[in-house]
T-cell receptor
Framework: GENVEQHPSTLSVQEGDSAVIKCTYS??????FPWYKQELGKRPQLIID?????GEKKDQRIAVTLNKTAKHFSLHITETQPEDSAVYFC???????????FGGGTRLMVKP | GAVVSQHPSWVICKSGTSVKIECRSL??????MFWYRQFPKQSLMLMAT?????????EQGVEKDKFLINHASLTLSTLTVTSAHPEDSSFYIC????????????FGPGTRLTVT
């Protein structure tokens, strides 16, 4: 089955700096890669996603890049703010609506 | 739109008892729902895929006789933890997808289960 690895497990940045979280996946058939933000005790919130027919996608301060050949994808957050502090999860799935396999999570701390 | 609710939001039960958790899609029909378990400071692990009108598909290592899943309608799936033990204490989260070739899953708010 699919295996998703995520690095780093914790990331501390100064407010205004950029943060980058990286994930690798094992199944070349995976074609959907969402990123979630989860605050303590809350549900995961989709912040951005990318499909395998696209190499990069951007939404304001958040961007995701995908390298299908290397089977890795990354989340980039620019101009970080304290409210960006949370746990971020990457995930992968094969085809629409199939099960998601999650990475181990990254605890992002943005220091004011 | 695309709101998923769970009930209860938290529950405390005694060891050996059973607990039922409900997952509802409030404003859409969900042919497929997923159940995840999340231990403290860990990732979400898929337990089972629930399809309306058919038996759930369980992930390897998840006991289907212990975690009973019923998806009787297009808006409701239930997870029953039978003969709960302290090691079953966890955060249980469901998600649902819209019908058709839609990639996004919508997550419920989760249920915190504590077994004493």
């Amino acid at each position: 089955g699919e295996n998703v690895e995520q690095h780093p497990s914790t990331l501390s940045v100064q407010e205004g700096d950029s943060a980058v979280i990286k994930c690798t996946y094992s199944d070349s058939a995976s074609n959907y890669f969402p990123w979630y933000k989860q605050e303590l005790g809350k549900r995961p919130q989709l912040i951005i996603d990318i499909r395998s027919n696209v190499g990069e996608k951007k939404d304001q301060r958040i961007a995701v890049t995908l390298n299908k050949t290397a089977k890795h994808f990354s989340l980039h957050i620019t101009e970080t703010q304290p409210e960006d502090s949370a746990v971020y999860f990457c995930a992968a799935s094969i085809n629409a609506g199939n099960m998601l396999t999650f990475g181990g999570g990254t605890r992002l701390m943005v220091k004011p | 739109g695309a709101v998923v609710s769970q009930h209860p939001s938290w529950v405390i039960c005694k060891s050996g008892t059973s607990v039922k958790i409900e997952c509802r899609s409030l404003d859409f029909q969900a042919t497929t729902m997923f159940w995840y378990r999340q231990f403290p400071k860990q990732s979400l692990m898929l337990m089972a895929t629930s399809n309306e009108g058919s038996k759930a598909t369980y992930e390897q290592g998840v006991e289907k006789d212990k975690f009973l899943i019923n998806h009787a309608s297009l808006t409701l799936s239930t997870l029953t933890v039978t003969s709960a033990h302290p090691e079953d204490s966890s955060f249980y989260i469901c998600s649902a997808k819209l019908q058709g070739p839609i990639y996004e899953q919508y997550f419920g708010p989760g249920t915190r289960l504590t077994v004493t």
